[in-house]
Nanobody, 122 residues
Framework: VQLVESGGGLVQAGDSLTLSCAESGRTGIPFVKGWFRQAPGKDREFVAGINRSGNTRIYAESVKGRFTISRDKARNTVDLQMTLAKPEDTAVYYC????????????????WGQGTKVTVSS
């Protein structure tokens, strides 16, 4: 299984940005997907997760109401729409896949992408 993130870049505070996670290397029942992020000098933290059907989504409190995770079946991606970006959102964002239940714990995710960097300037 390969996960490839895209869409990172430099934005200003208050701007919007959409990250995408493309999966390849397998067919069948979709994996649960999650987005995590890691800022310089900090631990990796959960951002958002979505179950296989897309009808259950969970968010970190710090992004709730600003970020939206969704599945794009046509493109076979899981997207993270970021709005009202804040400087504290600056981090490398990672897509992760799990064959279990949607979770906030990074240990529950078996597959990881290489990450895409997001920088929010003030």
């Amino acid at each position: 299984v390969q996960l490839v993130e895209s869409g990172g870049g430099l934005v200003q505070a208050g701007d919007s940005l959409t990250l995408s996670c493309a999966e390849s290397g397998r067919t069948g029942i979709p994996f649960v997907k999650g987005w995590f992020r890691q800022a310089p000098g900090k631990d990796r933290e959960f951002v958002a997760g979505i179950n296989r059907s897309g009808n259950t989504r969970i968010y970190a409190e710090s992004v709730k109401g600003r970020f939206t995770i969704s599945r794009d079946k046509a493109r076979n991606t899981v997207d993270l729409q970021m709005t009202l970006a804040k400087p504290e959102d600056t981090a490398v964002y990672y897509c992760a896949a799990s064959s279990n239940f949607v979770s906030r714990d990074y240990l529950d995710y078996e597959y990881w992408g290489q990450g895409t960097k997001v920088t929010v300037s003030s």
